[in-house]
């Protein structure tokens, strides 16, 4: 089975053009291709994980991977999937974020000297003269065949600033650039990017004149990244210090029983043959498959001690009696207690685990909050200072689990 085949079978590709010139091109090795980033926060989240992922798989096959950091086109926003228009960043915290996501990719992609590059759109969008881009650009685009885009068809309801209706040409003038500059031939992006990668790939066989052999493909990365990565708390990171690693096995841990399998084949590396084996299981041993899910996943993000360390706190909750040391802690001072007693709200609100006062009153209500497994009745509930020589375990609903120490 080639990289293509094993895709398909993943379920990652939705749709392509010129499939059978696109198989060729991975299957072979032959494929210099790029997938964007844009920089709108500090770290990467579990939605470009499945790009990376993508990518190195890609390379793997020996592919040159291009990933594109948009320091530019951050500056205008894509309206994709959005309702309201992006808030606009600075020039300083763009750069701050494009430097982490550098940092965090070269863990997994092989940017050695011809495996794969990083580039930043900046440096050739920030140049650009307008009169230029109307005439060498504009001239390509029907605003007719624009409008008639999903991503902006979405937004004209509730009123499309001009500043985002220029999101497309500038993305496809990216695929021009790297087309020109870098030979890339391929595209790659999640499904609500279509219409841009039609518009890129488009641009460079009119300006070349029919003779560029530029392809694109469309894979689930931003449907299933959209559904994946998400709790209560927000985004789940790659950046331990935003997402730790044990909130992050956690996470994987508590996949729904639907969703283990097709994450197993979209984010790891497991071969397709064991994956349809594990697929096979249900009730308890499910749980193990999802051990195994959060495992590899935490391993390939944040190493394997971290993995381990992980692993060994979940056990101590779910099996019993093994480490808690890793669980997520939060330390109390004497400024939290009042009358040498602080509540269970004030707690789980210093953490993190609730947003308001509020939403804490009505977990306990709906019976989801206990302390050292013991439920939790009333929303006035306080725990003594003395109480804390031994730690202080929360859980909220199933999946939550906080120490607290003092």
């Given at each position: 089975m080639g990289v293509y085949e094993d895709l398909q079978e993943?379920?990652?590709?939705?749709?392509v053009t010129d499939e059978e010139q696109i198989r060729d091109l991975v299957n072979n090795g032959k494929a210099v291709f790029y997938i964007g980033f844009d920089p709108t926060a500090d770290s990467l989240h579990v939605g470009h994980f499945m790009a990376l992922c993508l990518m190195k798989r890609l390379q793997m096959a020996g592919n040159k991977p291009i990933a594109l950091i948009g320091g530019g086109t951050a500056m205008i926003g894509d309206p994709s999937g959005k309702t309201d228009m992006r808030k606009m960043m600075t020039v300083e915290d763009i750069q701050h974020n494009c430097d982490c996501f550098k940092k965090q990719m070269s863990k997994f992609i092989d940017f050695s000297e011809g495996k794969a590059m990083m580039v930043n759109n900046a440096d050739w969008l920030l140049d650009l003269n307008y009169v230029d881009v109307l005439r060498e650009v504009g001239a390509c685009f029907s605003v007719n065949k624009m409008l008639s885009a999903e991503c902006y068809k979405q937004r004209m309801e509730r009123g499309l600033s001009f500043l985002e209706f220029n999101y497309m040409i500038m993305q496809s003038y990216d695929f021009y650039t790297l087309y020109k500059k870098y030979g890339c031939n391929l595209q790659f992006g999640g499904d609500d990017q279509w219409s841009n990668m039609i518009g890129g790939m488009e641009l460079v066989r009119r300006k070349l004149q029919g003779d560029a052999n530029a392809m694109t493909i469309t894979l689930l990365t931003n449907s299933e990244g959209k559904k994946m990565g998400k709790t209560e708390k927000g985004a789940v990171w790659l950046d331990a210090n935003k997402t730790t690693p044990?909130?992050?096995?956690?996470?994987?841990?508590?996949?729904?029983?639907?969703?283990?399998?097709?994450?197993?084949?979209?984010?790891?590396?497991?071969?397709m043959e064991q994956i349809n084996e594990y697929a096979k299981c249900e009730g308890a041993e499910l749980n193990k498959?999802?051990?195994?899910l959060a495992y590899e996943l935490t391993k390939m993000i944040h190493g394997e001690e971290e993995a381990e360390k992980a692993q060994s706190a979940a056990k101590a909750l779910f099996s019993g009696g093994a480490d808690n040391s890793n669980m997520p802690t939060t330390q109390l001072t004497d400024d939290d207690f009042t009358d040498g007693e602080i509540t269970v709200l004030d707690m789980m609100l210093k953490a993190g685990m609730i947003k308001s006062k509020g939403e804490g009153r009505r977990l306990i209500d709906q019976g989801g909050v206990s302390v050292n497994d013991e439920k939790v009745t009333g929303a006035l509930t306080a725990i003594k200072a003395d109480a804390f020589s031994e730690d202080i375990i929360i859980k909220k609903g199933k999946k939550m689990f906080h120490k607290f120490t003092k």
């Open positions: 993943r379920g990652l590709i939705a749709q044990y909130e992050f096995y956690q996470y994987w841990r508590n996949v729904g029983d639907q969703d283990v399998i097709k994450c197993m084949k979209l984010l790891t590396f497991i071969p498959v999802k051990e195994v």
